[in-house]
């Protein structure tokens, strides 16, 4: 399973993939700016999106990857330290599908992933 990791804060990001590795996860990390491209050559089933982003925040992302056609089985989750009621409702418009807090435990976020991956993946 694929799982892109867009984070704002490089080693926030780096530190997650080493997680997903570890778990048999291919991971990798972008920023806002660099996952809108590189998605167009790698195509990942799990995106974990920041929220709060200085050039374009975790919602706008998120509007962005869904208008793109072959990402419509991705799914997203807002990964943030904001509270899950500010996220809920807003990342639901904009097309994300769960919530992680940041500082939890690794685990919550690696549960959270396998229980809204496609049932597809290959």
């Known amino acids: ?15 997650l993939c080493a997680v997903l590795l570890l778990e048999g996860f291919e991971s990798r990390f972008a920023d806002c700016i660099r996952c809108l491209q590189m998605i ?4 990942p089933h799990v995106i974990v999106l920041d929220i709060e982003m200085p050039i374009m925040d975790g919602f706008k992302v998120s ?16 990964h943030t330290s904001l509270a899950e009621a ?3 409702e807003h990342g639901s418009a904009a097309g994300m599908d769960a919530y992680c807090r940041k500082g939890n435990a690794p ?4 549960e959270l992933i396998r229980q809204v991956a496609p049932l597809d993946v290959s």
Do not use: K
Not at 107 to 110: A, H, I, Y
């Open 107 to 110: 685990t919550v976020l690696l």
């Open 1 to 15: 399973m694929c799982v892109l990791i867009v984070d704002d804060d490089q080693e926030v990001a780096e530190a």
């Open 86 to 88: 500010d996220v809920i």
């Open 40 to 43: 167009d050559a790698w195509i």
């Open 63 to 78: 509007q962005a990857l869904r208008r793109r056609t072959h990402l419509t089985t991705a799914a997203v989750i807002a």
